[in-house]
């Protein structure tokens, strides 16, 4: 499929605005906390404690955990986000696939994104965000006819409209890509 074919695809669906970025409740980057802040290294802040702590050795949950990831992901820290990620007990969790993928292909692996997201959506194959960041970097490796694919199967699952569908088709659209 030629570009301007998948322009003419999603183009009539520009973005009114994002919905929900995935894992908050806005459509907007995460805000920097203390753990992107004051925190250092692979280490995440404790509201409890009110200290920077390792994940490794915290209570923190894995929401808080999850937060955190995004948040290094977004602030270009992409070896402490994987180093929180190893922390998280269950690395089989679709959640955790995802974001080894995008921090992965963040880093230039295209082929290890590839695989986690291959994993996240084997493991749900309604996984939404797995399916946006694929198509994500499918759309800077040029491959917009596989991302066009993904951006379809994401509608067809019920995300039309939602921050995985409307992220990706601007991927789409316009070629940039996403960094949360």
Known sequence: MRIATALALVLPLSLPGLALAAGSESDDPPK?????????????WDDK??????????????DTLYGAVR????????????????AMPDQGDDRVLTYWGFTHRKMGHAELA???YDKAIAH???N?????????????????????????????????GSWAEASLREAIRTGA????
């Open 177 to 180: 890509t996403y960094s949360y």
């Open 32 to 44: 920097p906390t203390p753990t992107t802040q004051t925190c250092t290294g692979v280490q995440v």
């Open 124 to 126: 749900n194959p309604d």
């Open 49 to 62: 404690t009110q200290k920077c702590v390792d994940p490794k050795k915290s209570a923190l949950d894995a």
């Open 71 to 86: 948040e290094l992901a977004y602030a270009g820290r992409y070896t402490d986000a994987q180093a929180v990620l190893a």
């Open 128 to 160: 939404l965000l797995a399916r946006s960041y694929m198509g994500q970097g499918l759309v800077a490796e040029g491959r917009i006819d596989d991302a066009i694919t993904q951006w379809r199967e994401i509608k067809a699952r019920g995300g039309e």
């Open 114 to 116: 590839q695989a986690f």
